[in-house]
């Protein structure tokens, strides 16, 4: 089974609001991320987790805010987002060694207001 | 630095057609890492197939097949017979050897393949 489940689907928000995305998987992986897809542009690395330890923040900014709660579960804490913010933010999750697939979720899409 | 180039924007062919969609990579690692990822309009990225740089034996699974160069830094995905359903975008994508600290996906941009009934 390679399912990686997302939650919400979609997302509207304005900037003041906090919302958080949702991310699981069950297939023992060890290693997840976080991906901003813009249209028509490939997806951008944001965070990886490893060991349920951060170990890549790609600089993004601090209105996004990641938790792994347990080796399960990924989320995306969202703050004051701004309208440029708006895309598809995937979840991906592998085994963690060298050169594993990623599998990645349906995605939530955002839009902020 | 890695980078991966689909030269091809956009695809369109009438089903049945065989298409060929091209990914030329570049990176200084002597091992690495290649993979096809297909978006349909849902979003979700579908993994298709990976390969490492060591491996270079063409692969084939049903109506896909893949053919790996390293000679010319190549790895171009051909689907036979087109369907309907194949209408998506494709992701070529590149990453380091390494464990997950090195696993940044290099992607490119993409080719949107429309397939016509």
């Known amino acids: 089974d390679t399912e990686v489940t997302q939650t919400p689907k979609h997302l509207v928000m304005g900037m003041t609001n906090k919302k958080s995305l949702k991310c699981e998987q069950h297939?023992?992986?060890?290693?997840m991320y976080w991906y901003k897809q813009k249209a028509k542009k490939p997806p951008e690395l944001m965070f990886v987790?490893?060991?349920?330890?951060?170990?890549i923040n790609e600089s993004v900014p601090s209105r996004f805010s990641p938790e792994c709660p347990n080796s399960s579960l990924l989320n995306l804490h969202l703050h004051a987002l701004q309208p440029e913010d708006s895309a598809l933010y995937l979840c991906?999750?592998?085994?963690?060694?060298?050169?594993?697939?990623?599998?990645f979720g349906p995605g939530t899409r955002l839009l902020v207001l | 630095a890695q980078k991966v180039t689909q030269a091809q924007t956009e695809i369109s062919v009438v089903e049945k057609e065989d298409v060929t969609l091209d990914c030329v990579y570049e990176?200084?690692?002597?091992?690495?890492?290649l993979f096809w990822y297909k978006q349909p309009p849902s979003g979700e990225l579908v993994f298709l197939i990976r390969?490492?740089?060591?491996?270079?034996q063409n692969e084939i699974s049903g109506r896909y097949s893949w053919n790996f160069q390293k000679s010319t830094s190549s790895f171009n995905f051909t689907i036979t017979a087109s369907q309907v359903v194949d209408s998506a975008v494709y992701f070529c994508?590149?990453?380091?050897?390494?464990?997950?600290?090195?696993?940044?996906?290099?992607f490119g941009q993409g080719t949107i393949l429309t397939v016509h009934p």
């Open positions: 994508a590149l990453r380091r050897a390494g464990g997950t600290s090195y696993g940044k996906l290099t």
């Open positions: 990176t200084r690692d002597t091992t690495y890492y």
């Open positions: 390969r490492n740089s060591f491996d270079e």
């Open positions: 297939m023992g992986h060890r290693a």
């Open positions: 991906a999750s592998s085994q963690e060694g060298d050169g594993e697939t990623q599998y």
């Open positions: 987790y490893s060991y349920e330890k951060l170990s």
